[in-house]
T-cell receptor, first 115, second 114 residues
Framework: AQTVTQSQPEMSVQEAETVTLSCTYDTSENNYYLFWYKQPPSRQMILVIRQEAYKQQNATENRFSVNFQKAAKSFSLKISDSQLGDTAMYFC????????????FGKGTKLTVNP | SAVISQKPSRDICQRGTSLTIQCQVDSQVTMMFWYRQQPGQSLTLIATANQGSEATYESGFVIDKFPISRPNLTFSTLTVSNMSPEDSSIYLC???????????FGPGTRLTVL
């Protein structure tokens, strides 16, 4: 079974600075997808960024980028120019390619952006 | 992406009663998922609901406690039966986009059981 580990329960960053959230996963599969979701206090789950395992290039979405290290099974999220609205829980998630399309979530990292 | 609504958005219930949560999607989807998020915790998959077949439950979740209906490709319900305070959680439904899009989530239902 796949597992996802987020080792940082809480992090904080000053507005406009950069922060990196860590995620590692365990799988025997070769083809899969990885995701970062954001859950603000409104509790709405919002997809931040996704990465296909077969792509070597790291995904980027505006201020959000990932460092995907397939051999190390590592998938960190970098947030640049942090904004107050980035304050939220961030969940790393894994999904096998094909099959049931189930998501396996990490325990989450609570990020606080300070003014 | 899909637009998903859930009803109710929140409820406070007495132990021993049941609550049915509705999930409506603005487009036809094959798979719908129901998750539970206990206070301060991550999301745990309860079951996968496919139209026209029985839901598939994850380990630790049973149909008698969490019956699910999926009458068509845009709608599903989750019932939390014979509730206890331990059932106090946020319940979320989700649907898949294309495979590499992951899942899109509804706004959640916050349930408090007294």
């Amino acid at each position: 079974a796949q597992t996802v580990t987020q080792s940082q329960p809480e992090m904080s960053v000053q507005e406009a600075e950069t922060v990196t959230l860590s995620c590692t996963y365990d799988t025997s599969e070769n083809n899969y997808y990885l995701f970062w979701y954001k859950q603000p206090p409104s509790r709405q789950m919002i997809l931040v960024i996704r990465q296909e395992a077969y792509k070597q290039q790291n995904a980027t979405e505006n201020r959000f980028s990932v460092n995907f290290q397939k051999a190390a099974k590592s998938f960190s999220l970098k947030i640049s120019d942090s904004q107050l609205g980035d304050t939220a829980m961030y969940f790393c998630a894994f999904m096998n390619q094909g099959g049931s399309e189930k998501l396996v979530f990490g325990k989450g990292t609570k990020l606080t952006v300070n003014p | 992406s899909a637009v998903i609504s859930q009803k109710p958005s929140r409820d406070i219930c007495q132990r021993g009663t049941s609550l049915t949560i509705q999930c409506q999607v603005d487009s036809q989807v094959t798979m719908m998922f129901w998750y539970r998020q206990q206070p301060g915790q991550s999301l745990t998959l309860i079951a996968t609901a496919n139209q026209g077949s029985e839901a598939t439950y994850e380990s630790g979740f049973v149909i008698d406690k969490f019956p699910i209906s999926r009458p068509n490709l845009t709608f599903s319900t989750l019932t939390v039966s014979n509730m206890s305070p331990e059932d106090s959680s946020i319940y979320l439904c989700s649907v898949t986009g294309t495979e590499n899009e992951g899942q899109f989530f509804g706004p959640g239902t916050r349930l408090t059981v007294l």
